[in-house]
């Protein structure tokens, strides 16, 4: 049987803006494994709201109230040409060696609306993130905690609003210092909205069922390789899986099975897990700080990307963004850290290093991500500043301050 109306196919989209998406409630999925294997039900209570989140892309938490996507360049603009081109095409979905498939088992009785023109590439409205969680080795005498891998999705009905306006303040090579501005509205934006702009309130979108997911590439604790997921509360979620699920250079793929939107799929290569290898993140004044790790087989397939926040418990007030080629090494200019560190600071700074592969499709309310990524985060040394909990921690005659440091 025809799949009807397709997606277009892979749309690589390697910006380097955060990106981000809320998750309702807490996760469930009913999940119905491959063809001929026993159907598995697994569900969590969800909550009603829209307000969760879940672990992202680039060491980043994907949160669909940023609204704005990742820069797009003159490449992905001529490949979102051929996917609007593609979005038209009718009769098969294509598989992963680019031969029709049967839409069997993917949600067959759906009913999926008409295709809707696709909307702006720009425009993050929902994602699919597959995470490699790193083993946690054993330390202070809790044992070792095995790695695994996790898949969540959603897509919404339009772009989420952030409270903040990230406004770019310098740029230096592949790195970028951004300064947060909160946007005021003299009348409430409600409930339902959100002040994006002075006086310019942004409803809250709503997540959309967009039928049975397939998801192929991936395997399970049971060695499946291609098995299906159904929503639960307009999420999906692939609870566990091995660490890791897949090698470097395996395709992944999530075809989606109608429901709101007309079908379609995405695709991508899957990664190796991240190994740093800098020991100590220190910020000196006037010092770049070095960053090594262990490039990919591929360098092309991949980026990873940096997030450098050092006053995230005190209101953040800044933030430095890098994306780079997986190479395995990049420098974070002084300049950028110095003004960084003169915005404020606050205890615990850490620093986020993620290597991602994204692949994109754009559907009729905006684009949609297919993101494999893995995730390290590191605590940064500040001289002169002293984290903390409670007094205990300070010296004699500090207190411990709301921003978690000692003065």
């Not at 770019?168 to 951004?178: T, V």
């Amino acid at each position: 049987m025809s799949a009807g109306p397709v997606g277009a196919g892979p749309l690589r989209a390697k910006g380097d803006e955060a990106r981000r998406m809320v998750m309702g409630g807490r996760f469930g999925a009913r999940v119905v494994a491959a063809a001929g294997a026993a159907c598995v039900l697994w569900t969590v209570a969800c909550d009603d709201g829209d307000a969760a989140s879940f672990s992202a892309d680039a060491g980043q938490t994907l949160d669909m109230r940023v609204g704005v996507g990742p820069r797009v360049d003159a490449t992905s603009r001529a490949d979102a040409t051929e996917a609007v081109d593609a979005f038209t095409a009718a009769d098969a979905t294509p598989g992963l060696d680019g031969t029709p498939q049967s839409d069997a088992g993917v949600g067959a009785d759906a009913s999926p609306r008409d295709a809707e023109p696709p909307g702006d590439p720009e425009v993050l409205v929902g994602a699919f993130q597959v995470s490699l969680v790193a083993p946690t080795p054993a330390a202070d005498g809790r044992v070792e905690a095995p790695g695994y891998t996790t898949l969540v999705g959603r897509v919404a009905d339009g772009p989420t609003p952030s409270l903040f306006v990230w406004e770019l303040s310098a740029e230096e090579g592949a790195c970028r210092l951004f300064e947060p501005r909160v946007p005021r509205c003299r009348e409430s934006c409600g409930g339902s909205a959100a002040c994006v702009e002075d006086d310019v309130c942004r409803a809250y979108p709503s997540a959309q069922d967009v039928g049975a997911v397939r998801v192929r590439g991936l395997r399970t604790d049971g060695g499946e390789t291609d098995f299906t997921i159904l929503p639960v509360a307009n999420t999906y979620q692939w609870p566990h899986a091995p660490y890791p699920a897949f090698v470097e250079g395996d395709l992944l793929s999530v075809q989606t099975g109608g429901g709101r939107y007309a079908p379609f799929s995405l695709q991508v290569e899957g990664i190796a897990p991240l190994v740093v290898e800098t020991q100590r993140f220190v910020l000196d004044a006037r010092q770049a700080m070095p960053l090594a790790w262990v490039a990919a087989g591929s360098p092309d397939a991949s980026e990873v990307t940096v997030q450098l926040d050092i006053s995230h418990h005190g209101g953040t007030k800044g933030k430095i963004e890098c994306a780079a080629p997986d190479a395995g090494a990049l420098e974070i200019p002084a300049d950028l850290l110095d003004r960084l560190v003169a915005l404020g600071t606050a205890g615990f700074p850490t620093i986020i290093v993620s290597r991602r592969s994204v692949g994109s499709t754009v559907i009729g309310p905006g684009r949609v991500d297919l993101v494999v990524a893995s995730r390290l985060e590191r605590a940064v040394e500040i001289p002169g500043l002293v984290s903390c909990t409670d007094d205990a921690h300070c010296a004699p005659g500090q207190a411990c301050q709301p921003s978690l440091f000692c003065q």
